[in-house]
């Protein structure tokens, strides 16, 4: 059974950081490609961040500079570093792993992040 628990959501002044983390079980990890999205309320998902399974990363043009999206193939885990957050990034940020070829993606059920002003 294919699981995916995002942590390290919570409550930020705006300025500050965060580290979210999406541990995955059940899936081959190094073969999916690992997303970061996000839903704020009454918006739609809003795509943040890729850690491609070849090695590279792509970014959503609102957090380039301030988000770092990582991977630990060792311990199955994507990681998010969030920097210089605003009141703009408040929102539930879920975790998406995806492997085209197969036609798979597996959601996590999401950590909210809420940034203060």
């Known amino acids: 059974q294919v699981r995916l628990v995002e942590s390290g959501g919570g409550l930020v002044q705006a300025g500050g950081s965060l580290r979210l983390a999406c541990a995955a079980s059940?899936?081959?990890?190094?073969?999916?490609?690992m997303h970061w999205y996000r839903q704020a309320p009454g918006k739609g998902r809003e795509f943040v961040a890729v850690?491609?399974?070849?090695?590279?990363?792509s970014y959503a043009d609102s957090v380039k500079g301030r988000f770092t999206i990582s991977r630990d193939s060792a311990n199955r885990t994507v990681y998010l570093q969030m920097n210089s957050l605003e009141p703009e990034n408040t929102a539930t940020y879920c975790c998406?792993?995806?492997?085209?070829?197969?036609?798979?993606?597996?959601w996590g059920q999401g950590t909210q992040v809420t940034v203060s002003s």
């Open positions: 059940g899936l081959t990890f190094t073969m999916y490609d």
């Open positions: 998406d792993a995806q492997q085209p070829l197969a036609m798979t993606d597996y």
């Open positions: 850690s491609w399974s070849g090695g590279s990363t």
